[in-house]
């Protein structure tokens, strides 16, 4: 895998686990807090259930109270109460004798706390401190709340307690006297706006308990799908992102592949160019050669063979040989293998290229001036610039056999300024058509036919300039031809 | 030794010969050679030169290469068959472009490097030209 896409991967990797921890952290909060919620809210209904049997139990003790008290029939249940035994007509007997006796509301109120207890959920107890009825004696919470109210002036209080492994809340209500209580408990001291005592109020927490497990539950269950659904879309949109950089990849990747295989075709094509120009450079030497052998034959079949001569038409095949030999070098020297940059003058990269084509010009009679001004040497890949040059010249060289040019010529001029060495390569075969010098430098265009052209010679030397060289190349027609330039920055 | 080679330089000496190649090392060589079969053997660097020294002599054979500076081969062949349409042009040439073009302008056509069995057949195919 190339670095940069693993990069722009790792990137997205992090990315993912950012988002991933934050939407896992926001929405356990947001459980969180729900879960809180339902837990107040578990709270504040008991609670109001509590205050409404508080509010219930005062409306029906008021009712009693605003009567003074209510006659019943005495029964078992509710006997003449002993501790009203001081007050006046606590017994009645009625004109047909009927007996009748006193309820006050505190008595009435037990009676009804205790016939209807837990009838709505909730058990009420009514207590005081201070005593009428030692049957209504406080327990000891209650006792804590009595004394809370009387130290604190607050008026009511509540805990959640436990008791026999079940869950209640305990609540009670100050009871604050007013003028009506004094009937009865006036004897008691109390003035109005005293606390008196209290209800208190007992509900087992299960239904809430329950409530609020069943609702905790849905809560739970509906975070985790949302949480399910979130990772879902989260892993959907990180397998889409990856799956589109690792296309890009192979799109890259392919895309250099492309490029290594047009690279490769036009260094097969410049070496096929290379080796006709191999061809063309050892005919010549090797007729020679062959003429002086000839010329020994010849002597043979005459008769006319002597030393001098043979050592003579030897001489000549050694000389021939030598400049063989040197053609390789120029040839080895070209295909040297181009593994590392290395400080070079422009001016003897041209050298090398015209080194091996020179010869191809002047057999077709085209003339070559140089005119060079180049003293900074740069750090290229010199093989590809040479690569480069060749190319252009070949190209030249058969635009001025194809039209034929008189006095066909190449001017070669190679100059600096101050950021770069700069080639110019004029012919003076007529010029480039417009519709072609627009597509000059692209793949597979050629103008030569599929036989002799790749399409893919100015390609490359655009490619190689550009990219591997980090100059610009460009062509213009010029007075009877055309201008190829090649920037290459000194930097 | 092949006496038949004796022979053949027996007919063809007396032709007047025009021999044309920018390569100074090939016409030095090619020249010797054509010297040991012909007496008179004149030569020209371009073709040019050829076209000015056939305007002013008559030679029965020109040698010639193709790729030449100033005026190649086949544009001096074309000048020479003008002149003098029974002059016997053999073209020796390393190109291998337009083969058909040089075929067609010359008597006989060989490719560089020349064997000595190509040179023993231009011989005989001057003698069965001028009937010697």
């Given amino acids: 895998m190339h670095e940069h896409y693993n990069l722009k991967i790792e990137k997205l990797n992090n990315y993912y686990i950012k988002i991933f921890a934050i939407v896992s952290v926001v929405i356990f909060l947001s459980l969180s807090f729900s879960i809180y919620n339902e837990y107040q809210h578990r709270k504040d209904s008991v609670l109001e259930h509590a205050k409404n049997s508080f509010i219930k139990d005062l409306m029906f003790r008021k009712w009693v109270s605003s009567h003074g008290g209510v006659y019943v029939f ?338 070669i001029d190679i100059y600096e300024n101050k950021d770069s060495v700069i080639t110019e390569i004029k012919d003076n075969a007529l010029g480039i058509k417009d519709d072609v010098i627009v597509k000059i430098f692209d793949p597979y265009f050629t103008t030569k036919g599929v036989k002799s052209g790749t399409g893919l010679g100015l390609y490359m030397s655009k490619t190689i300039i550009e990219k591997h060289l980090n100059g610009e190349i460009e062509v213009e027609n010029i007075d009877n031809g055309s201008c190829f330039r090649i920037i290459i920055p000194k930097v | 030794m092949n006496p038949e080679i004796k022979e053949l330089k027996e007919r063809v000496k007396e032709l007047n010969i025009l021999y044309c190649e920018d390569e100074d090392e090939m016409r030095l060589g090619s020249k010797l050679f054509l010297s040991k079969f012909f007496v008179s053997v004149d030569d020209a660097s371009d073709g040019k030169e050829g076209l000015d020294k056939f305007k002013q002599k008559k030679y029965q054979v020109v040698f010639t290469d193709i790729m030449m500076p100033n005026m190649d081969g086949l544009e001096m062949l074309k000048n020479i068959n003008e002149l003098d349409k029974d002059t016997f042009t053999v073209t020796l040439t390393a190109s291998e472009a337009s083969e058909e073009k040089i075929k067609r302008a010359s008597d006989l056509y060989f490719r560089k490097p020349i064997t000595y069995e190509n040179m023993i057949t231009v011989m005989k195919e001057i003698v069965n030209k001028f009937n010697l």
């Fill in chain 1, 74 to 411: 005495p029964t078992k249940e509710t006997p003449p109460n002993p501790y009203l035994k001081d007050i006046e007509n606590r017994d009645l007997v009625t004109t047909d004798g009927q007996r009748l006796t006193l309820m006050n509301p505190a008595y009435t109120l037990r009676e009804l706390m205790n016939k209807f207890e837990g009838m709505y959920g909730a058990k009420g107890h009514i207590t005081s401190l201070n005593l009428l009825n030692p049957n209504n004696k406080p327990s000891e919470w209650e006792k804590k709340a009595l004394k809370k109210f009387e130290d604190n002036g607050e008026l009511d209080y509540y805990e959640f307690l436990t008791k026999d492994n079940k869950e209640y809340i305990y609540y009670m209500h100050a009871l604050i006297t007013k003028k009506s209580c004094l009937k009865c408990h006036g004897k008691q001291g109390y003035k109005v706006g005293d606390v008196r005592g209290g209800i208190s109020i007992n509900i087992p927490m299960d239904k809430y308990n329950n409530n609020f497990y069943k609702t905790v539950k849905k809560i739970v269950f509906i975070y985790i799908i949302f949480y399910f659904l979130s990772i879902l879309g989260l892993y959907y949109t990180y397998r889409t992102l990856k799956e589109s950089i690792i296309t890009q990849e192979r799109l890259y990747v392919e895309n250099q592949r492309k490029e290594e295989i047009m690279l490769a075709q036009s260094r097969n094509a410049a070496m096929g160019e290379m080796i006709s120009m191999i061809a063309h450079q050892w005919r010549q030497p090797i007729s020679v050669i062959a003429m002086w052998a000839n010329n020994i034959e010849a002597d043979v079949d005459m008769e006319e063979l002597n030393e001098d001569d043979c050592k003579d038409y030897a001489s000549n095949i050694l000389a021939q040989t030598q400049h063989l030999s040197k053609t390789i070098d120029d040839f080895k020297n070209f295909f040297r293998p181009d593994k590392s940059k290395e400080d070079i003058l422009i001016k003897d990269v041209m050298e090398d290229c015209l080194s091996v084509v020179e010869k191809s010009l002047q057999n077709n009679n085209i003339k070559i001036i140089k005119n060079y001004d180049n003293s900074t040497e740069l750090n290229i890949y010199s093989r590809e610039l040479l690569q480069v040059y060749i190319n252009i010249i070949k190209n030249a060289k058969e635009a001025l056999l194809e039209n034929g040019v008189k006095d066909a010529q190449i001017v």
